[in-house]
């Protein structure tokens, strides 16, 4: 079954509001990174967290690594448009034999 | 190229039939993996190579599928008796180095190839 949730599956926000996803892993990650993927389009990588508690910023983007390291989160600050797509989180399992992605969660961003 | 390429882009075929899905990655990239997405859902591993190191294939669905990586470069995913829960679009990705590095290992994937089969 799946090993890293996000929620929520869906976000619909108007343009210049925040938008959050989380995601949560069953099993402790070497590291996590967050993916980007347009409709139609595939995953583009965004950012890649290592530390516990790791907090990193591009621009309006917040990303957070949890200190368990079993859960992140992507914070959007005033949307744009442009932020439309499914993102992603991803991460290796501890002894690095699998890879695993989040379920995903899609934003649309209403002009 | 510059890139990871994917070929075919697209492949319709018939119950029962194998197909060979092959992915050339980013010159220089170590490690390769494959994902299987279906449509409106997240992405799915299938399995990873490092270098010529032998893979661990717990990922991959069935025993219908086998992947290979010759000479360290290129791959190929084969899907032996195809069935209709194939069905998806199948993305490779490379990386510099092994998931884990310092920085090394951000994934950047191919075009895919949606494999319908009927």
């Known amino acids: 079954g799946q090993q890293v949730m996000q929620i929520p599956q869906y976000q619909h926000v108007q343009e210049g509001e925040d938008f959050t996803t989380y995601c949560n892993s069953s099993?402790?990650?070497?590291?996590i990174q967050w993916y980007k993927q347009r409709p139609g389009g595939h995953p583009v990588f965004l950012i890649q967290l290592v530390k516990s508690g790791e907090v990193k910023k591009q621009k309006r983007l917040t990303f957070q690594f949890g200190e368990a390291k079993k859960n992140s989160s992507l914070h959007i600050t005033a949307t744009q448009t442009t932020d439309v797509g499914t993102y992603f989180c991803a991460g290796p399992e501890k002894n690095f034999n699998k890879f695993y992605f989040g379920s995903g969660t899609k934003l649309n961003v209403k002009p | 190229g510059a890139g990871v390429s994917q070929s075919p882009s697209n492949k319709v075929t018939e119950k029962g039939k194998d197909v060979e899905l092959r992915c050339d990655p980013i010159?220089?990239?170590?490690?390769l993996y494959w994902y299987r997405q279906s449509l409106g859902q997240g992405l799915e591993f299938l399995i990873y190579f490092q270098g010529n190191s032998a893979p661990d294939k717990s990922g991959l669905p069935s025993d219908r599928f086998s992947a290979e990586r010759t000479g360290g470069s290129v791959s190929t995913l084969t899907i032996q008796r195809t069935q209709q829960e194939d069905s998806a679009v199948y993305l490779c990705?490379?990386?510099?180095?092994?998931?884990?590095?310092?920085?090394?290992?951000?994934?950047?994937f191919g075009p895919g190839t949606r494999l319908t089969v009927l």
């Open positions: 990705a490379s990386s510099l180095s092994l998931m884990g590095g310092q920085g090394t290992d951000t994934q950047y």
């Open positions: 010159s220089g990239h170590t490690a």
């Open positions: 099993t402790t990650l070497s590291n």
